[in-house]
């Protein structure tokens, strides 16, 4: 099976650029994360989509981030304008569960993508 | 909202001893309990998990522990090898409307010495 699919895996770039992240997640999950990791802040949450739609996005650092997921296969986190301090691993996880009331979250993780803005 | 806390920061054990690595949580809404294992260069990978409805569940070499009275929970890795050496975060999670929500511990930096 093929689990949860990031490209770029590295990103090098300069201030002020556009960067898009994107993710494939595993065929069949119906909940998406976007997690940024940093040695300081650790795992953070970005957004999260249930059934394409995005739920959550209040870890959403600012307004150069944006988010979207047009259909259940396909993800993309952009930073615009890009800034030194947007340097981090970020991992998209796929779950099987929609977090309603009655289940627990699964999350699976890509092998992330390591950004580095100049 | 919640805080996880992990303990410790880094481990070092001779292949063959056993690695406990310990976490707190701060509400008592949460009772779904994951472990990750990061190798570099890679994902956190999902590698056991336990659920409030019981207080400990084995798998091989790898056991976890939960405790909510005291709100903490263990990982135990028995019997370490060389391929165990990878960074392990604990998370918790509450049930309901935000059971999505998984916030994780600081990591544990695990180096088995062969």
């Known amino acids: 099976d093929a689990g949860v699919i990031q490209s770029p895996r590295h990103e090098v770039t300069e201030m002020g650029q556009e960067v898009t992240l994107r993710c494939k997640p595993i065929s069949g999950h119906n909940s998406l994360f976007w997690y940024r990791q940093t040695m300081m802040r650790g795992l953070e949450l970005l957004i999260y989509f249930n059934n394409n739609v995005p739920i959550d996005d209040s870890g959403m650092p600012e307004d150069r981030f944006s988010a979207k997921m047009p259909n259940a296969s396909f993800s993309t986190l952009k930073i615009q304008p890009s800034e030194p301090r947007d340097s981090a691993v970020y991992f998209c996880?796929?779950?099987?569960?929609?977090?309603?009331?009655?289940?627990?979250?699964?999350?699976?993780f890509g092998p992330g993508t390591r950004l580095t803005v100049l | 909202g919640e805080n996880v806390e992990q303990h410790p920061s880094t481990l070092s054990v001779q292949e063959g001893d056993s690695a406990v690595i310990k976490c707190t949580y701060s509400?008592?809404?949460?009772?779904?309990f994951p472990w990750y294992k990061q190798e570099l260069g890679k994902g956190p990978q999902l590698i056991i998990d336990i659920r409030s409805n019981v207080g400990e569940k084995k798998d091989q070499r790898i056991a976890v522990t939960l405790n909510k009275t005291a709100k903490h929970f263990s990982l135990h890795i028995t019997e370490t090898q060389p391929e165990d050496s990878a960074v392990y975060f604990c998370?918790?999670?509450?049930?309901?409307?935000?059971?999505?929500?998984?916030?994780f511990g600081k990591g544990t930096k695990l180096s088995v010495i062969p």
């Open positions: 509400d008592s809404a949460s009772n779904y």
């Open positions: 998370a918790a999670s509450p049930s309901g409307a935000g059971s999505y929500q998984l916030t």
């Open positions: 996880a796929s779950s099987p569960r929609g977090g309603d009331s009655s289940s627990y979250n699964e999350q699976f």
